[in-house]
């Protein structure tokens, strides 16, 4: 079992930003491509961001592209995802991701483990 925690979301303004992180324990960390979804209310979840095991390849939804900023450190198991300039449509539940092998399984749904999702609130 992978074990993932989120944290960093919040309360902020439109335009203003935010940095989530997720920190991995119970697995290789390293091993695994890593990715970000989000919920809505009334929403499914959808694809924000991904990340390969070693940084290599980075994936972004186009509603974020330009926007966020999706980083790991394999050294303290932990990915982040930076995100700025942010609008009220961005106002989701965040939740990690992780998929041992190619970060196409991120982008295709097919994950082994999620986070229990973190806050995002973007005020206009």
């Known amino acids: 079992q992978m074990q993932l925690v989120e944290s960093g979301g919040g309360l902020v303004q439109a335009g203003g930003s935010l940095r989530l992180s997720c920190a991995a324990s119970?697995?290789?960390?390293?091993?695994?491509?890593m990715g970000w979804f989000r919920q809505a209310p009334g929403k499914e979840r959808e694809f924000v961001a991904a990340?390969?095991?070693?940084?290599?390849?980075?994936y972004y939804a186009d509603a974020v592209k330009g926007r966020f900023t999706i980083s790991r450190d394999n050294a303290k198991n932990t990915v982040y995802l930076q995100m700025n300039s942010l609008k009220p449509e961005d106002t989701a539940v965040y939740y990690c991701?992780?998929?041992?092998?190619?970060?196409?399984?991120?982008?295709?749904?097919?994950?082994?483990?999620w986070g229990q999702g973190t806050q995002v609130t973007v005020s206009s």
């Open positions: 991701a992780a998929a041992l092998g190619n970060l196409r399984l991120i982008i295709t749904t097919k994950i082994d483990y």
């Open positions: 119970g697995r290789t960390f390293s091993s695994y491509a």
């Open positions: 990340i390969s095991w070693n940084s290599g390849g980075t």
